[in-house]
């Protein structure tokens, strides 16, 4: 049995792990909207859902942080336990869980949605937007579909954790009528959980395989390869969050739910308390650092449109004017012998080439957006 010292020193630790990265996530956001601008480039409609992503995992943190420092208090006040005013800081305890739970399960459902169309971008960099297939309609159409099912299940969760907090007691007597109801609440509760959770984590898994799908068609352009390393180890990162979530919930919890509601389950406090805030929130802290950096670089960034700003010459296209294989010379002129003098041949000029010199790319912009460029110039020749 946990003492009440036990349980606070395992609670602050949770409280610093969870409120440690509100700030800091709050800063990227606020960066990110200034500097990580879409611009009307296809390739960059990930960066968009990042950015409606991160507030969603701040606000969930920041409640966190308030359950976690609402659930302390209720420890320390050992005292009155049982109070109608400790019972009512305990429903306001799990309320505040609540939401920070399905904010959480909002933003990692618009992670999917973002690293589907990262994905996207990369491919209209290499490959340019012109050329797509209608494979990537098809995959925001599925990320969309599957996105909208998890909200449904993650507003199901909601309203079934509000309705039971509101109607149920921290703590129940053996003979309190209403104990068999409360059960039944609970193991509802811990199983649409349990179900929610592992859905979260089965749609990771395919953004891992989707990540190195790309990595593998960009390995040859050096930039892309670097912006690609990061998506891969930000989808790395979240499917082993999220792993280790699953996995603690199905040993603890789903193996035998009824039983863990009405015996009780003991579970270390170290895994309640630390465990899963390192996992859950670090794990994602660093993950969303990544995606921030992908989404900030300029010049050497995820687009597909070279923008006004990074004052790059444009490449020029020369028109050809002769026909190939064929090099004019100059003429040379007819020297007039005086008699009796042996006439002297007239140094000879090597022959101008008269082909069109063209500008060669410039070697500072990556290949990707040479190839933006290039296909730029080719649409305004064919207007004119």
């Known amino acids: 049995m946990s003492t009440i010292d036990e349980l606070i020193s395992y609670g602050s630790g949770e409280i610093v792990l969870a409120g440690l990265w509100v700030v800091p996530l709050s800063v990227l956001w606020f960066i990110s909207l200034c500097v990580a601008r879409r611009k009307r480039d296809p390739a960059r409609t990930g960066i968009a859902w990042l950015k409606a992503a991160y507030p969603f995992f701040i606000l969930s943190l920041f409640l966190w942080t308030i359950a976690g420092g609402l659930r302390l208090w209720y420890w320390l006040d050992d005292y009155s ?93 053996s003979r309190d009528p209403d104990l068999p109801w409360a059960l039944q609440q609970w193991v509802m509760l811990n199983r649409l959980y349990g179900a929610l959770l592992i859905l979260l984590w089965l749609t990771s898994l395919p953004m891992v395989v989707l990540s190195s799908v790309v990595m593998h068609r960009v390995r040859a352009n050096y930039q892309l390869k670097r912006l690609a390393s990061l998506f891969l180890v930000a989808t790395i990162l979240n499917a082993l969050r999220l792993t280790i979530l699953t996995a603690i919930d199905i040993h603890y919890y789903l193996t035998d739910v009824e039983g863990a509601v009405y015996y009780g389950v003991d579970v270390p406090l170290a895994v309640t308390f630390i465990v899963q805030p390192f996992f859950n929130h670090v794990f994602l802290f660093v993950l969303l650092v990544l995606l921030f950096v992908l989404a900030v670089r300029k010049r050497n960034g995820l687009w597909s449109q070279p923008q006004p700003e990074w004052n790059y010459p444009s490449v020029v296209y020369v028109p050809q004017q002769y026909a190939v294989g064929v090099v004019p010379v100059q003429a040379v002129p007819v020297q007039q012998v005086q008699p009796g003098t042996q006439p002297y041949p007239p140094q000879q000029q090597p022959p101008q080439q008269a082909y069109p010199q063209q500008q060669q790319p410039n070697t500072a912009l990556p290949a990707y957006l040479q190839y933006a460029q290039q296909q730029q110039q080719q649409q305004q020749q064919q207007q004119n």
């Open 81 to 173: 336990w049982g109070s109608s005013f400790m019972e009512n800081l305990n429903r306001a305890t799990r309320h505040v869980s609540g939401v920070s739970s399905f904010l959480r399960n909002i933003g990692d459902i618009l992670l999917f949605i973002t690293f589907v169309e990262l994905a996207i971008g990369f491919m209209i960099c290499l490959k340019g937007n012109a050329e797509q297939s209608s494979a990537p309609k098809t995959g925001r159409i599925i990320i969309l579909v599957w996105s909208f099912i998890l909200f449904v299940i993650s507003i199901a969760y909601l309203g079934v954790s509000q309705d039971n907090t509101s109607k149920t007691k921290s703590s129940y007597s």
